[in-house]
């Protein structure tokens, strides 16, 4: 039980850090500004690549579906980010990770605490595009049709997958110096390809498709958008064959797999840390 | 060579080998730097096929994405190390050594271009290779004149923005993060710029990049003018104006913000 209080106070703590650090530089209205712009350009990017080829009507089911898909997959950057750039900005901005790391507290529930920040301003990214979508596209999105129980357990399902990339990802940086501070953007960046998020995997090369059905991602988008436009919207065909219940069995099936191999991974990463001296190592150049 | 070209130099190779030095000394960068950034275009490469857009487009994504690692650069390897160099300590040093600072952060460009080209070269490269893209070699000369041109309007740019950064404490951080994917979008990174209407396509023309794009895509397809947003001549004409405004501005800025973060005491401020 002690364990357990341990560890929800300094995810508690961590999270409260976190917002502290992301936020505290300027007045609330600019904060919010700054969060969202970026995502939301992100999504404005593929608005126009579809907008310039197809010419199409934004109430397209087909467009619907993907900016849906588009919409979410803000939350691969910003979680996994979360996670792993508290390791570079401890390490290397703060000189703290040493303290932190010697204090009586779980390390990787601090470093997932760490993490909410982004969670928070990626919540508020999604339901602005969300937003945007509706308003300036006229995206037939009704509440009525949503799913919301499928909506929320596939949130709670796919964000607990990407705190455990995030948390692989955050041991992969202890190993690596600073010039990688990118590498939770490049990570989501890449899986990009993968998931399904924006075309379907059958346009993807024969011998790339298993990756994107090994990523939870993929089912957990698919279960969004099932969530959100109801039964009998336009989809990609890849998982058409799957029921809900399937995919989400699909998808705890695989955070649990993530989980075990993040945990494995991240303790690996750490003594490695340990042994060659890099959990203060910063690096100027 | 008189005293102060030999100083800028020696400064600028100074900061260049550091950075040269750090990013040999971890090769596992080289999967972060290029494998992940390719597969990242190629992403926006399927997302054409999957919409059976025309074969130019995949070449625009793969001018685009390539150019990517030159915007990252500059923005995180210069304008932003400034802030990062501040907090640590390092600024106040630099001001103390008798290089020039414009000197300075070309170097710390100069060293960053080890990843930066290669993530270039190697999208370039995977486009040829993984998606048959064909490139006109008609222009190269033309073509190497707008790559100088762009970069130095960009790397002058950078130095504007590190001016700023020596006055500013995180908002400055959180500024440079601002100006990744809006500036992706405006500058017609992954779509012929030409795309956001004229009003738009001019604004983000103050950005070297979206000019430079365009210039460098119309020269690599000249059989699709139409995606073009100007003329090559005008936007060459563009691009040299802005080179000099950018320049000679973060020169003027440089020496200005430098006065001002000492009078107020900023240049060991750490706001942390």
Do not use: C
């Amino acid at each position: 039980m002690t364990l357990w209080r341990t560890a929800w106070r300094s995810f508690r703590v961590a999270a409260w850090l976190g917002w502290q650090v992301e936020s505290n530089w300027t007045d609330p209205f600019l904060f919010f500004i700054y969060s969202v712009l970026n995502p939301i350009a992100s999504v404005l990017i593929l608005v126009v690549m579809v907008w310039i080829i197809s010419q199409s009507d934004t109430a397209d089911p087909l467009f619907v579906y993907i900016y849906v898909g588009n919409a979410f997959y803000i939350y691969v950057g910003s979680v996994i980010t979360g996670v792993s750039w508290a390791v570079i900005d401890d390490r290397e901005h703060y000189g703290t990770l040493k303290y932190i790391y010697r204090a009586p507290i779980p390390f990787i529930m601090y470093l997932l605490g760490r993490g909410v920040a982004r969670l928070i301003t990626g919540t508020l990214a999604v339901i602005i595009t969300l937003g945007f979508g509706i308003v300036a596209l006229r995206l037939p999105l009704r509440f009525e049709q949503m799913d919301i129980p499928l909506l929320l357990v596939s949130l709670a399902l796919g964000l607990t997958g990407l705190a455990f990339i995030g948390l692989f990802l955050g041991g992969a940086t202890m190993l690596m110096v600073r010039h990688a501070w990118h590498v939770g953007e490049a990570v989501a960046g890449a899986l990009y390809l993968f998931t399904g998020a924006v075309f379907p995997l059958s346009v993807l090369p024969p011998l790339l498709r298993p990756i994107g059905f090994a990523l939870p991602m993929t089912y957990w988008l698919e279960l969004i958008r099932r969530a959100l436009l109801g039964r009998g919207a336009a989809a990609f065909p890849t998982l058409a064959g799957y029921s809900n219940g399937q995919l989400v069995g699909l998808l705890a099936g695989l955070t649990l797999l993530y989980g075990v191999g993040a945990l494995l991974f991240f303790r690996w990463a750490e003594n490695r840390a340990r042994e060659r001296g890099l959990l203060d190592q910063e690096t100027h150049y | 060579m008189s005293a102060g070209v030999t100083l800028f130099l020696r400064t600028m190779m100074g900061r260049a080998y550091p950075r040269i030095v750090g990013s040999v000394r971890q090769t596992s960068g080289f999967f972060w730097e290029t494998v992940l950034p390719i597969l990242s275009v190629t992403a926006f490469v399927f997302v054409y096929r999957a919409l059976n857009a025309p074969e130019a487009y995949i070449g625009f994504v793969i001018i685009g994405g390539a150019m990517t690692a030159f915007w990252a650069n500059m923005l995180w390897s210069m304008a932003a190390q400034l802030y990062w160099d501040k907090e640590a300590g390092n600024l106040a040093l630099y001001i103390l050594a008798p290089g020039p600072l414009m000197a300075i952060l070309l170097g710390m460009a100069v060293g960053g271009m080890l990843w930066t080209l290669t993530r270039a070269v190697v999208i370039f490269i995977a486009g040829v290779l993984l998606f048959g893209v064909q490139f006109s070699s008609a222009n190269l000369g033309l073509l190497a004149l707008t790559f100088l041109l762009t970069m130095a309007a960009l790397y002058g740019l950078g130095m504007l923005f590190a001016s700023l950064f020596l006055m500013f404490g995180r908002e400055a951080w959180h500024l440079t993060n601002l100006f990744q994917e809006p500036v992706y979008l405006l500058s017609g990174f992954y779509f012929p710029v030409k795309a956001l209407g004229p009003w738009l396509a001019a604004a983000a023309s103050l950005i070297p990049l979206t000019l430079g794009l365009d210039a460098m895509r119309q020269l690599l397809f000249p059989a699709h003018p139409l995606y073009g947003f100007l003329s090559v001549p005008v936007e060459l004409g563009v691009l040299t104006l802005l080179a000099a405004v950018f320049i000679l501005g973060a020169r003027l800025a440089l020496d200005r913000m430098e006065m001002r973060a000492r009078q107020e005491g900023r240049l060991t401020e750490s706001r942390s």
